[in-house]
């Protein structure tokens, strides 16, 4: 009996020292002030292995990503939507979706149903740092319920401030932070492409329309893979003069083609 007491004592002795697992829930903070979920939803946006970049000019906006690498599956169109990150949530807003595809298409579909609505009850565009905010908001309740998961994207918003007419770029990340930009950039290797455009940008952040797509074309070419095939990518843009979100595929490459241009086509 008393060698069973014992053994029971030293089970109970090593749960108690066990350290608490604090990443289990959504709800609860580690000593050191961090939800571990939401840490893992803002890492895991880097596990779809695509960079995105966005800058803002003088009087448009352009964002540019990767395409979802071409699946397994030879069968599968990958010109399907399903492969897109990048959603026109009204005729002047846009929106990219860096990270998991699903939760993109989720949350694009949510900001169309958010900006109908808006418009239908003000009479006027939903402004893009509303949307923004909107969307911050879905993204921060989803950290205070057990029930649910943060989001694992980080959306991207740009269009036309109507009032204001200037063009305007905002992110939000899975913990609903949401932020303004001159430029910026999602994704497995956002840092490199930062530091780029910081230098890049230093002293001239009133870029022309051509400039502004130069700019953002020459971020995610520094931190591209070398490949003679090139690469897939989606491009956005919107202007003040023409504030319509506009969308098109392209294929660059690290070092481009001479006479290439990713502005074919586009700006005319």
């Known amino acids: ?134 969307l911050g908001d879905r993204a921060q309740v989803r950290t205070q319920h057990a029930g649910m998961r943060p989001y694992r994207v980080v959306a991207t918003v740009v269009g036309i401030d109507e009032e204001k007419g200037t063009p305007e770029l905002f992110t939000c990340d899975p913990a609903g932070q949401v932020l303004g930009h001159k430029a910026t950039s999602v994704g497995l290797k956002d840092q490199e492409a930062i530091e780029f455009l910081e230098e890049a940008m230093a002293g001239n952040s009133s870029l022309s329309f051509q400039e502004t797509m130069e700019m953002a074309v020459s971020a995610l070419r520094h931190v591209l893979e070398d490949n003679s095939q090139g690469h897939d990518i989606e491009v956005g843009v919107v202007r003040k003069n023409y504030p319509i979100f506009r969308t098109v595929l392209r294929r660059i490459y690290k070092n481009p083609l001479a006479g290439q241009s990713i502005l074919d086509g586009e700006g005319q």
């Not at 020292?17 to 829930?25: Q, V």
Request: proline share 7%; hydrophobic share 40%.
């Open 1 to 134: 009996m008393s060698g069973r007491v014992g053994e029971s004592s030293s089970r109970r002795r090593r749960t108690a020292a066990k350290p608490p697992r604090y990443d289990r829930s959504i709800t609860v903070f580690s000593p050191e002030g961090r939800v571990f979920q939401v840490d893992y939803a803002r890492n895991s946006v880097k596990l779809e292995g695509i960079t995105s970049v966005a800058v803002r000019g003088a009087d448009s906006v352009c964002v540019i990503t990767q395409r979802t690498k071409a699946p397994a599956d030879p069968l599968l169109d990958t010109a399907d939507p399903a492969f897109m990150h990048l959603f026109q949530i009204t005729e002047r807003l846009g929106m990219l979706a860096t990270g998991m595809p699903a939760d993109g298409r989720a949350l694009a579909q949510q900001a169309r149903n958010e900006a109908a609505g808006f418009r239908h009850k003000w009479g006027y565009e939903m402004p893009p740092k509303m949307l923004a905010q909107w």
